[in-house]
T-cell receptor, first 108, second 116 residues
Framework: DAKTTQPNSMESNEEEPVHLPCNHS???????IHWYRQLPSQGPEYVIH???SNVNNRMASLAIAEDRKSSTLILHRATLRDAAVYYC?????????FGTGTSLTVIP | DSGVTQTPKHLITATGQRVTLRCSPR?????VYWYQQSLDQGLQFLIQ???????AKGNILERFSAQQFPDLHSELNLSSLELGDSALYFC???????????????FGQGTRLTVV
């Protein structure tokens, strides 16, 4: 039931910005866009979420397209600790359906 | 520390057996979610409870059941276990009240179940 499409993997150099894309063409008006990340053998960790406007927090920024059919998670300066699987999820408040996510490799 | 506690951390059991996984949500969170993650697989949504009532059901097998108690902790019961049930089982909590239903979810560290 995953409603999002993400690249399987991406690479980034350390200390450079990373833009992780997500397509969600079937998003409904009440769906929030959430991003989580998961390190090996750990539970997913919340990164950021938004509805229509771009959002910033201490971890990342979320850029949402005007038609809301796509979004981009922006890590401003990748560190080795950012290497993880990043999941883009649509949520209506009742459940969070995880897709396969993007495995981010950070190159020193 | 997410504030969500799952016990036990590891569980090894034989096929055909029954186990219970426990989850204590963050203080005040009313929603509890259960997920299954098999080796190299994504997170499969199993079931959600809100304030003691079942709210949403995902790909949960009939051999599996869950409940949320008045103190808001939740248990996931897995019975007639098969080798394929070996996985990480995660619990998450969210939503301190109805007004904030779309806040983030906080995940526990999971219970690793091995069926031999």
């Amino acid at each position: 039931d995953a409603k999002t499409t993400q690249p399987n993997s991406m690479e980034s150099n350390e200390e450079e910005p990373v833009h992780l894309p997500c397509n969600h063409s079937t998003i409904s008006g009440t769906d929030y866009i959430h991003w989580y990340r998961q390190l090996p053998s750990q539970g997913p960790e919340y990164v950021i979420h938004g509805l229509t406007s771009n959002v910033n927090n201490r971890m990342a920024s979320l850029a949402i397209a005007e038609d809301r059919k796509s979004s981009t998670l922006i890590l401003h300066r990748a560190t080795l600790r950012d290497a993880a699987v990043y999941y883009c999820i649509l949520s209506n408040g009742n459940q969070f359906y995880f897709g396969t996510g993007t495995s981010l490799t950070v190159i020193p | 520390d997410s504030g969500v506690t799952q016990t036990p951390k590891h569980l090894i059991t034989a096929t055909g057996q029954r186990v219970t996984l426990r989850c204590s949500p963050r203080s005040g969170d009313l929603s509890v979610y259960w997920y299954q993650q098999s080796l190299d697989q994504g997170l499969q949504f199993l079931i959600q409870y809100y304030n003691g009532e079942e709210r949403a059901k995902g790909n949960i097998l009939e051999r599996f059941s869950a409940q949320q108690f008045p103190d808001l902790h939740s248990e996931l019961n897995l019975s007639s276990l098969e080798l394929g049930d070996s996985a990480l089982y995660f619990c998450a909590s969210s939503a301190r009240d109805r007004r904030t239903m779309n806040t983030e979810a906080f995940f526990g560290q999971g219970t690793r179940l091995t069926v031999v």
